[in-house]
């Protein structure tokens, strides 16, 4: 296994639609494997194939540090079929250096997709679990979480984030 490197914004992948798996060979399960690995390093909650430059359907989500009772999963060509609710809830994320906003989202979603052995499965989810789920699954369709605040937010974000980035190559 290997730790991969985490693109971040505005890296152009970020902001493209992935294309989906079609077969879970070897390089998939690998992929999958040095995923896991790149999120636990980066103390990650999930973790989507294009944050790594891999333009595939395939997200990571690991909520066990807030709910025990839910395992790591690996999803494969996810797909949100139903959403219930509406919450709102402070989020980040790992291509996006120290920024962190309320984003509004589903309280509950049902999402179906393919496990890492390409089993089909459906995955309920609230809290956690469920946030987790929508913001890898808009990254799989190019959207970051930036992209769900309101304008005057998002233009906030684009002047601040300008200024970490710069003081960020000062000090490098």
Do not use: W
């Not at 971040?8 to 879970?24: Q, R």
């Not at 690998?30 to 989507?48: K, N």
Request: glycine content about 6%; some cysteine.
């Amino acid at each position: 296994m290997a730790l991969l490197e985490i693109k971040k914004y505005p890296e152009k992948i970020l902001k493209e639609k992935t294309a989906p798996v079609i077969d879970a060979n070897s390089s998939i399960q690998r992929l999958i494997d040095d995923m896991i690995e790149t999120m636990y390093a980066a103390e990650g909650v999930g973790l989507a194939a294009n944050q790594v430059g891999v333009s595939k359907r395939l997200c990571v989500i690991d909520v066990s540090a807030v709910d025990e009772k839910t395992p790591l999963i690996v999803l494969i060509n996810p797909e949100i079929v139903e959403r219930k609710g509406s919450v709102e809830a402070e989020e980040g994320c790992l291509s996006i250096y120290e920024y962190r906003a309320k984003v509004k989202r589903a309280e509950e979603v049902l999402v179906k997709g393919f496990d890492r052995k390409g089993k089909p499965i459906e995955i309920a989810g609230g809290d956690l679990l469920a946030r987790a789920l929508q913001h890898e699954i808009d990254h799989l369709d190019g959207l970051l979480f930036i992209d769900r605040l309101s304008p005057i937010k998002r233009e906030f974000f684009k002047k601040r984030y300008k200024k970490t980035l710069s003081g960020k190559s000062k000090k490098s």
